[in-house]
């Protein structure tokens, strides 16, 4: 009898979640969920189209722009270079990027590419600040962070991730290409529960480093067992990662700024300690968020983007608060 009242209070979380979006329709939520311990599915669900014009349903291993959440990714990518002794994390740009003639690219440092303290704001502009100085994100740091992982590896950023993910066995997990992208979702604007597809890519071969990745909730999953396991990078590089030295606000997270370190964010002042990303654009949003204490990963994917700024993961939101109330957080 005990035993049955404590897994009804424990799960408590999954009947407010299928509450929440089956029945809000304020923005109706279009897509994936899937949570996980240790790597393996306590709750999914998925709801509405991959296509809203021909009404073809989504399904769990439906792949997605993970736009932002990509950052991530790279920022590994340059780490196991770092590891392998061919980058220096306070080296300047120039000495990875030799064709950059500007000025800055003799003080700008891989380092504050990576945490968005660089100051670069167009390549042919001057720096908005002094580097290491203030907090700015952007996308063009991450793009010439894939190319430094050109640079170090001599080969395609397509192909070092690609022999990332077959590691790791993310098998519906790829780099963008246009025209070769069968599986992937069509991406929607909502305009107050009206989709609109999108059709201009957001993702070009010069930015895949900040947001050229598509993926699925299961194989986010795995990426987050890995990455926070120490099945990736060394522990000295995953706490690099992780060490942040400037602050930034993003609603997702509340009002407060929090650390951000490579590509991740590091959130401490919410009930529960936990790291994570977003990602929004070309008519997709993801959120990515991993709860160390009690190794909960959750993974929310959508193939829509709302049309008031207001509304940006909303859904996702709400979702994540469910979890900080549940007691599946404050068990390992």
């Known amino acids: 009898m005990s035993c049955n009242s404590f897994a009804q ?3 408590n ?46 399904k769990l291993n439906s792949e997605f722009e993970i736009m932002s959440n990509s950052k991530q990714i790279t920022a590994v990518l ?15 740009i120039k000495n ?8 800055w690219a003799d003080s700008v440092t891989v380092h504050q590419l990576l945490n968005h303290t660089h100051g670069i704001v167009g390549l042919d502009k001057p720096l908005a600040f002094k580097p290491g100085t203030q907090f700015k994100y952007g996308n063009l740091n991450f793009s010439l962070l894939g190319k430094i992982v050109e640079f170090s590896t001599k080969k395609s ?11 790791l066995k993310m098998k519906n997990t790829y780099v963008y290409s246009k025209g070769k992208n069968q599986n992937l979702v069509s991406g929607y604007i909502n305009k107050n529960n009206t ?3 999108t059709h201009d890519d957001y993702i070009t071969p010069e930015s895949l480093g900040a947001d050229g990745i598509i993926s699925t909730v299961t194989d986010l999953t795995i990426w987050n067992n890995n990455l926070h396991k120490g099945k990736i990078l060394k522990p000295a590089s995953y706490q690099k990662m992780l060490k942040y030295t400037t602050l930034s606000q993003h609603n997702l997270f509340g009002k407060e700024k929090e650390g951000y370190g490579y590509g ?25 968020l991993y709860f160390p204490e009690s190794d ?9 983007m709302n049309d008031d700024s207001n509304l940006f993961y909303i859904s996702e939101f709400k979702i994540k608060n469910i979890l900080l109330k549940s007691d599946l957080l404050n068990k390992k």
Not at 33 to 56: A, C, D, P, R
Not at 78 to 92: H, M, R, T, Y
Not at 267 to 279: N, S
């Open 195 to 197: 989709f609109e597809i």
């Open 296 to 304: 909960i990963s959750l993974i929310v994917l959508e193939n829509q």
């Open 96 to 103: 990875y990027l030799p064709e950059l003639k500007q000025t």
């Open 13 to 58: 979380y999954s009947a407010k979640i299928d509450s929440l979006i089956i029945n809000t329709n304020s923005p109706i939520f279009n897509g994936a969920i899937l949570i996980s311990k240790n790597g393996k599915t306590l709750y999914s669900k998925v709801k509405g189209f991959s296509n809203f014009e021909t009404k073809k349903t989504l």
């Open 9 to 11: 209070k424990e799960n």
């Open 264 to 288: 991740i964010r590091i959130i401490e002042k919410e009930p529960v300690k936990y790291l994570g990303h977003t990602g929004l654009g070309d008519g997709f949003s993801s959120v990515n």
């Open 157 to 167: 950023y397509t192909e070092v991730a690609t022999a990332l993910f077959s590691k």
């Open 78 to 92: 340059i780490l196991l270079e770092v590891e392998k002794g061919k980058i220096d994390l306070n080296a300047p």
